[in-house]
């Protein structure tokens, strides 16, 4: 059987198996937690484990103990320049870990699914993977997180978005049946200009974020802003037709931050994964827990009192990263409202960062006073992931919310809204609109998003 030898070993990751195992280990025991959701892909960097490692497992961390039949892994090619795509047909990858076989069947149906296979543009070819680093360097951390598992490595030569499409709709057309990940190996900027490189790997991971796929491409192929940008956008591309929703960032950083110096040389990091999101409903100890946070939190802001530990719910609902809104109301009026449309933090921390910001930091109104705490109503909007609105008719009102996006101005009204004010909805869209700071006929030319929400409320503390 063909065995590729490890090519880096003892170079970008410990060539010591105890070393490595324990290098991996090590990593993976500092992120924080598991979020739960199902995943289609990963996005992982590819640089030297001392520089990029703890960002890579944040990634490999989210697939811990779950079943792939087979890791579709894709890489850029760094060293050997070729047309198109080159799939290692047959045998198996060695690492310090031990040998990972190849799945030979669904590596020969890749490359036979071609839509244009008269171009050639998929081949099975294993000279482009001989001292390739890309993706050999993710095959430790599979190797640790999963037990039994295939690969199929796939190196691109060529990554441009023709490429990228066809390589994409080859992989949709050949797994159905199996249970398969898809893993993209990239590093983000590469450059001498620390501070460019925070700014480019901000642009590209708020690119990713968005499921911007042909955004992200352009910015790969005219800033340079990845170095397997077409490994990216192939993945994006193919786990959105297995039924990926939504691209989560769990970390980024740079070279610069891992070391400690800031002069130099710098590479852009950051880790993905492609989901669809499991958004069980609250329970109503949930609901229970978060308006009692919120509260506690309001009141040691407002009294000056130490913010308060928070010691994480074991429940993982508690857990997961969601958009989430705290809204404040004194009288039935609105008293303040501020919140996180994206999944950025764990669900309890969202809310209590958002009290305080309601109560504090909206700048629509004075401070909350220490007087007016009794008389205070607190509403929590739990969001769902955004979805792009295609056509308007899609938009119904009581049910979604809405945000809207137009280059600077963004603005966003929460489902509620529609329903406490009446409105149809043209009105509903106009309003949003006007929220952004946009005239009401901006929505025509905008991006337009819609979610829902799950929204609770207390009651006011007392009622005279």
Known sequence: MNVREPAVAGQFYPGNPAVLKSSIQKFLKSVPEKIEAKIFGLIVPHAGYEFSGQTASY???QIEGKKYDTVIIIGPSHQFPFRGAAVYPTGSFKTPLGEVEIDSSLAE??????????????????????????????????????????????????QS?????????????????????????????????????????????????????????????????????GAIVT???????????????LYSTNSGDVTGMMSGYVVGYASFMLINPKTAKLSKEDKDFLLKLARNSITRAVTGAPKEKINPPEFTSMREKRGCFVTIKRNNELRGCIGYILPAKPLYQTVAEMA???????????????????ELKIEISVLSPLQRVKSIDEIQVGRDGLYIKKGV??????????????????????QTCWKAGLPSDAWKEAEIYRFQAEVFCEEPQNED
């Open 59 to 61: 990634a490999f961390k």
């Open 109 to 158: 149906a890749i490359i036979s699914q071609e839509v244009a296979p008269q171009s050639k543009y998929i081949t099975g070819m294993i000279e482009p993977h001989q001292e390739e680093h890309s993706l050999e360097v993710e095959l430790p951390f599979l190797q640790t997180v999963l037990k039994e598992f295939k690969i199929v490595p796939i190196c691109m030569g060529d």
């Open 161 to 229: 978005i023709g490429v990228c499409k066809i390589l994409a709709d080859a992989i949709v057309k050949s797994v159905t049946g199996k249970s398969v990940l898809i893993v993209a190996s990239s590093d983000f900027y590469h450059g001498y200009d620390y501070d460019e490189c925070k700014l480019s790997v901000k642009e590209s991971t708020s690119l990713i974020c968005e499921y911007d796929i042909e955004g992200f491409h352009k910015a790969f192929t005219e800033r340079g802003a990845a170095c397997g940008g």
């Open 235 to 249: 993945c994006m591309l193919a786990a959105q037709k297995l039924g990926a929703k939504e691209a989560m960032l």
């Open 356 to 374: 305080v910001e309601a109560a504090m930091g909206d700048p629509r109104f004075t401070p909350v006073s220490p007087e007016e705490l009794a």
């Open 409 to 430: 101005y963004s603005g966003l009204l929460l489902p509620q809204v529609a329903t406490e004010y009446k409105w149809d909805r043209d009105k509903f869209i106009e």
